[in-house]
């Protein structure tokens, strides 16, 4: 007899649980609870803009790749240069990141000091402890310059978070294997690059679509048909009778297993009843709130040419964003020929209050910012301003013990697995690896 798996959660994650059992012949239904798929990755067109209201762009990773072939999109992949260079606004300045060994030595991001701290990296000794956290690792690593000047901002850009805040062990598991492995993370990384798989179909750079990003869960629920149902809320979630009985809007259902794959916190409100552990575990990550503002100008208000990824932001008095993607320097389509459109990010764990502000009060804190940065001159408009209450994961200190609590329940509940970007890492290739490992889980455990 076919088992039958109940998917909670159209975002990308329980696409992808949903279309890899699919494909391995089990009965499918996945419950959404909105009327459309993608979760976070939402894409809006606008007067001639395109403005993407989640992420801006994925990373060409294996699992991502298998799905976009898998499913015809490539002829629609945009691909953004991998060499695309990126800015730091640090002392009052957009600098470039360094992005080959020549750049370091050149870089005004950091003093002669720091860059000959970051040098002597392989002469380090091992240290540290399993409650490091991303700051205190990196400065012991490579310096308090790279951690204040570069690891910051990049932790404010991935994370929406803090760096002094996040577990090292568990928002940065690969240069902490590579310490604890090789001694150095120059070493461990060497070591790791000559270790991975050659993958010549791989593209390199940064992933889009010519319609968005919400072409790939929009053509992974397409794939499903009748399997994936809009405007069913799930209400409550249960064992019963050795398999699951979930309750949504539009009816019951019961099935052999169940893939949780909706917000932490929305996640920990259905299994309370039955793994009190995973409830507490998922309820105590922190999801800070994100604004996300996409403002444009006339290109005759262009200070510098918006060539590049975009920016981040070193924390900073005069400051309040945590970066900006320059959206129609990145992507063509994006715009209208003669303007300029900027993908602004406020709030997060640096400036949770960010969202007490009105839409006005978000749109000129943006603008003065990115006046003083000199990226711009005047008042933008203000296409669309998104406030999301719950974002991006924060990996804290006990985020490990978090996620083994999730597999210690899955192991007292067969039938049950847990995905989502609290599990495997925040990105949207990461949310992705997470749905199949929960599918492959499903899939282990047999008719």
């Keep these: 007899m076919t088992r039958r798996v109940v998917v909670i959660g159209g975002g990308i994650s329980g696409l992808a649980a949903a279309h890899a059992l699919a494909e391995g012949g089990l009965?499918?239904?996945?419950?959404?609870?909105?009327?459309?798929?993608?979760?976070?990755?939402?894409?809006?067109?606008?007067?001639?803009?395109?403005?993407?209201?989640?992420?801006?762009?994925?990373?060409?990773?294996?699992?991502?790749?298998?799905?976009?072939?898998?499913?015809?999109?490539?002829?629609?992949?945009?691909?953004?240069?991998?060499?695309?260079?990126?800015?730091?606004?640090?002392?009052?300045?957009?600098?470039?990141?360094?992005?080959?060994?020549?750049?370091?030595?050149?870089?005004?991001?950091?003093?002669?000091?720091?860059?000959?701290?970051?040098?002597?990296?392989?002469?380090?000794?091992?240290?540290?402890?399993?409650?490091?956290?991303?700051?205190?690792?990196?400065?012991?690593?490579?310096?308090p310059e790279v951690a204040d000047r570069l690891i910051e901002p990049f932790v404010g850009g991935v994370y929406a978070g803090r760096a002094d805040r996040l577990s090292a062990s568990a928002a940065f598991t690969a240069p902490v294997a590579w310490e604890r492995?090789?001694?150095?993370?120059?070493?461990?990384?060497?070591?790791?690059?000559?270790?991975?798989?050659?993958?010549?179909?791989?593209?390199?750079?940064?992933?889009?679509?010519?319609?968005?990003?919400?072409?790939?869960?929009?053509?992974?629920?397409?794939?499903?048909?009748?399997?994936?149902?809009?405007?069913a809320a799930v209400e409550e979630l249960a064992p019963d009778r050795g398999g699951w009985l979930v309750r949504a809007a539009g009816g019951e259902h019961r099935a052999d297993a169940v893939i949780l794959a909706v917000p932490a916190h929305r996640a920990a409100g259905l299994v309370s009843g039955f793994a009190p552990q995973a409830a507490r575990a998922l309820g105590g990550i922190p999801q800070p709130p994100v604004a996300v503002l996409?403002?444009?100008?006339?290109?005759?208000?262009?200070?510098?040419?918006?060539?590049?990824?975009?920016?981040?932001?070193?924390?900073?008095?005069?400051?309040?964003?945590?970066?900006?993607?320059?959206?129609?320097?990145?992507?063509?389509?994006?715009?209208?020929?003669?303007?300029?459109?900027?993908?602004?990010?406020?709030?997060?764990?640096?400036?949770?209050?960010?969202?007490?502000?009105?839409?006005?009060?978000?749109?000129?804190?943006?603008?003065?910012?990115?006046?003083?940065?000199?990226?711009?001159?005047?008042e933008p408009r203000a296409l669309r301003v998104t406030r999301w209450p719950s974002a991006i994961p924060q990996y804290e200190p006990g985020h490990e013990d978090r996620v083994a609590a999730l597999a210690r329940e899955e192991a007292l509940w067969p039938g049950l697995a847990f995905a989502g970007n609290y599990r495997e890492g925040v990105s949207v290739a990461d949310a992705i690896r997470s749905g199949l490992g929960a599918a492959a889980r499903m899939t282990a455990q047999g008719p």
């Design 27 to 143: 009965e499918i239904l996945l419950l959404e609870a909105s009327d459309r798929a993608g979760g976070v990755i939402r894409t809006e067109t606008r007067d001639g803009f395109l403005l993407e209201l989640g992420p801006n762009t994925v990373r060409a990773a294996p699992e991502l790749w298998r799905l976009v072939e898998t499913l015809g999109l490539a002829p629609a992949v945009l691909l953004a240069d991998a060499r695309a260079p990126r800015y730091v606004d640090f002392g009052g300045a957009l600098r470039p990141v360094p992005m080959s060994p020549a750049a370091l030595l050149t870089t005004t991001l950091l003093s002669p000091a720091g860059k000959l701290r970051l040098l002597l990296e392989p002469f380090r000794p091992r240290g540290g402890s399993p409650a490091e956290s991303v700051r205190d690792f990196f400065a012991r690593r490579l310096g």
């Design 294 to 378: 996409h403002l444009a100008w006339h290109a005759s208000a262009l200070r510098r040419p918006l060539e590049g990824f975009g920016h981040l932001v070193a924390p900073a008095s005069d400051r309040r964003i945590l970066g900006a993607v320059w959206s129609s320097g990145l992507f063509p389509g994006r715009a209208p020929a003669d303007m300029a459109l900027l993908t602004v990010f406020l709030g997060g764990s640096r400036d949770p209050s960010a969202l007490d502000l009105s839409d006005e009060e978000l749109i000129a804190a943006a603008t003065r910012d990115l006046e003083a940065q000199g990226l711009v001159r005047g």
């Design 181 to 231: 492995e090789h001694g150095s993370l120059l070493r461990g990384a060497l070591a790791a690059r000559s270790a991975r798989p050659r993958t010549a179909s791989l593209p390199r750079g940064l992933v889009s679509f010519r319609g968005g990003l919400q072409t790939l869960p929009t053509a992974l629920a397409v794939s499903l048909g009748a399997r994936f149902r809009a405007g």
